[in-house]
């Protein structure tokens, strides 16, 4: 038996990432620079969620890339890392480039680090950032975003999913607990 509690709703994740917008442009004053790689799979989805909003705001919208780190994770087993890596191709201008890394959720901090090293790999960033709709704590290295939708502190027991209709039909983040039979 699992007791589930919706703690973003569609609404609130919307506000979230409005927020979150107007943050990174306030940071980096405008757009002028911005990439957003968004950490598959839903970091992907946010990041083009982002980059719409910071272009309804500013008239000019970033560009999205898509990062799969999944071969850069430290803590996957080999057979889950021995993919190709499917980096993109290095932005052109990305020395002057202020990276904004996105992902859903952010936990131990080794998907953040992957995803810094997918960046070095395509070429030396001017800045990175990290922006996540959720940070639940229990880092493992010494990590922490620049923008976060909401803090939710949790168990390590607990897991936080985050749905969005793009991937799960339906725009919610919910926190699970093991429940007692």
């Known amino acids: 038996m699992q007791d589930q509690t919706i703690i973003l709703d569609?609404?609130?994740?919307s506000r979230a990432l409005t927020r979150i917008s107007f943050e990174?442009?306030?940071?980096?004053?405008?757009?002028k620079g911005l990439l957003l790689a968004g950490i598959r799979t839903?970091?992907?989805?946010?990041?083009?969620?982002?980059?719409?909003?910071?272009a309804e705001a500013e008239g000019a919208r970033p560009p999205v890339i898509a990062l799969d780190v999944r071969p850069l994770r430290d803590d996957l087993p080999p057979e889950a890392r021995a993919q190709p890596s499917r980096l993109p191709p290095s932005p052109p201008g990305l020395a002057s480039c202020t990276v904004v890394l996105v992902d859903d959720v952010l936990y131990t901090g080794r998907t953040a680090i992957a995803a810094i090293e997918a960046v070095r790999r395509m070429g030396r960033a001017e800045r990175i950032q990290l922006a996540a709709l959720v940070d639940r704590g229990h880092r493992e290295?010494?990590?922490?975003?620049?923008?976060?939708?909401?803090?939710?502190p949790t168990a390590r027991s607990e897991r936080v999913n985050v749905h969005l209709r793009e991937v799960d039909g339906e725009d919610a983040v919910i926190l699970t607990r093991a429940g007692k039979p």
């Open 24 to 31: 990174i442009l306030e940071k980096n004053h405008g757009v």
């Open 42 to 54: 839903r970091g992907e989805h946010l990041a083009e969620r982002l980059s719409t909003r910071i």
């Open 141 to 152: 290295l010494p990590i922490r975003a620049d923008y976060v939708g909401k803090n939710v």
């Open 10 to 13: 569609e609404g609130a994740i």
